[in-house]
């Protein structure tokens, strides 16, 4: 085959073959194929789309570059789920201590955060003595012992989706429904869990800019997981607004704790998503209706159990909870309301920003991470303000204008 000639069909809009993707992305994981033919294939996929099946085939082909997870020896419906990103986003950690605790196995392969969004990976790393590198024996095991692993994704899982991401990175195809649907659902698939709940974000603060686009992504999904026989459900949720009130990583574990427990009582929008996420999950699993699946939830949440479940699966992965605390930081910085008047929003993007810039997300794949650092909204959306209330507290090492990330932070509240 000729990759020129694939790029050509492309270009004009028609569709590739299963035989012509399996041939990009085979040659392309080999290194036969070099990166700047697979830019021009990339941007052409990006300008014209693909069709249902070439979506499926580039999704069978990235799959077959590499390991597939074989989750049999789990007992029980493996329920799997899986966030487009978002500013404050730390459901799964809610959410797989709730479903272990009722006794659903949770075998979960998370990512690391880019930019902006925050990874599930970076914020358990946060925890002293975590282990997100599980071998797939230990990643098994720990499933069967103590119903829930969370580990990193495997250097041979999808190996051809790690180095067409990297790509697209830099070449401005990320936003590709075709190349995000493919992505995202190659590693769902080849992890071998048994249902899938997807969390597609939309807003100021994610890939998805409107609820319509999300809508198209999740169903594009919905679709793949069906041809690969897995069952698969989607949520649309706004990412408009951070989620809770903490953005950083050691933070947020300290954040789903408190909830946990019961300490913080007025973090609604995490606890109402994180609920209905492990509710959906729940269904699926048992095939019980939403509304008992949620009393169900609720109930292991209200009664702690799901507290004990994720204190038992921090310490099965070698993390130390007593480590879980407020993080501790050179300095912090807190900015005031210079209005009175309602919170309308908090823009999520401008927060997310900001949480870069303190070092709590990447600038780039290599950019180091300072698990310390972090931002609180001390207000949140529909929340009564006074001139000189307390808006938001920025904690951090680094040495910053912390009085540039004062201001926008303060641009991000719209107050009326």
Known sequence: MNTVAIIEKKKFNEALTKDEINYIIEGYTNGDIPDYQISALLMAIRLNGMSDEETFYLTEAMVNSGDIIDLSSIEGFKVDKHSTGGVGDKVTLMVAPILAALEIPVAKFSGRGLGITGGTVDKLESIKGFNVELSEEEFINNVNKYGVAVSGQSKDLCPADKKLYALRDVTGTVDSIPLIASSI????????????????????????????????????MAKIGSSFGRDVQYELSDMNNPLGYAIGNKIEVFEVQELLSHTMNNNKDLYEKSLEIAAK?????????????????????????ALTKFSEWIASQGGAVDDIAFPQVKHVYKQNSNKAGVIKSVNAKTIGEISVELGAGRKTKESPLDYDAYIILHKKQGDMIAEGDLLVELGFNNDIDYKILLDRALTAFEIE
């Open 185 to 220: 659902m190659s590693k769902k698939i080849a992890s071998g869990s048994d249902g899938i709940v997807l969390d597609v974000k939309y807003g100021n603060g994610a890939f998805m800019k409107t609820k319509e686009e999300a809508k198209v992504l999740a169903e594009q």
């Open 281 to 305: 999950m729940y269904s699926m699993a048992t095939k019980e209706s939403l509304e008992s699946s949620l009393q169900k939830v609720k109930e292991v949440c209200d009664n702690k159990k």
